[in-house]
C-alpha cells in the first residue's frame, strides 16, 4: 500500500523558515519523480517544486523560486523541502506525491501557517 507521511509544518512569521519532510513507501521511490504540492483555503492543489528521480533536476513554481528548495534522499525514502522568505501566500496544507502516479491517495499533508 502506497503511503506518504509529510511532516514538518508549523506556525512561523513572515520572513521565516521551514523544512518539510515526506517519507514514502509502497512503490519503488528511487524510481519515481517527486513533487511538493500545497492546497490554501477555497484554493484548488498546485504544485510547488518537483525533482527527478535520482535529485539532479529540479522545478519550482513562479511563486516561490528563489524562495524553496526541493531535494530528496533516496536511501531513506524522504523528500524534502526547505522553504525560506516565507510569506502570509505560503499559507496551506502542503503535500508530496509522485507526479508519476497520481493514482495514488494523498497523505494527510502538513499545516504551514504564516503569520505575524
Known amino acids: 500500500q502506497v503511503q506518504f507521511v509529510e511532516s514538518g509544518g508549523g506556525l512561523v512569521q513572515p520572513g521565516g523558515s521551514l523544512r518539510l519532510s515526506c517519507t514514502a513507501s509502497g512503490f519503488a521511490f528511487s524510481l519515481a519523480a517527486m513533487s511538493w504540492y500545497r492546497q490554501a483555503p477555497g484554493k484548488e492543489r498546485e504544485s510547488v517544486a518537483s525533482?527527478?528521480?535520482?535529485?539532479?533536476?529540479?522545478n519550482y513554481a513562479d511563486s516561490v523560486k528563489g524562495r524553496f528548495t526541493i531535494s530528496r534522499d533516496n536511501a531513506k525514502n524522504t523528500v524534502y523541502l526547505q522553504m525560506n522568505s516565507l510569506k502570509f501566500e505560503d499559507t496551506a496544507v502542503y503535500y508530496c506525491k509522485s507526479p508519476q502516479r497520481l493514482w495514488d491517495s494523498w497523505g494527510q499533508g502538513t499545516q504551514v501557517t504564516v503569520s505575524s
Open positions: 525533482i527527478s528521480n535520482t535529485g539532479g533536476s529540479t
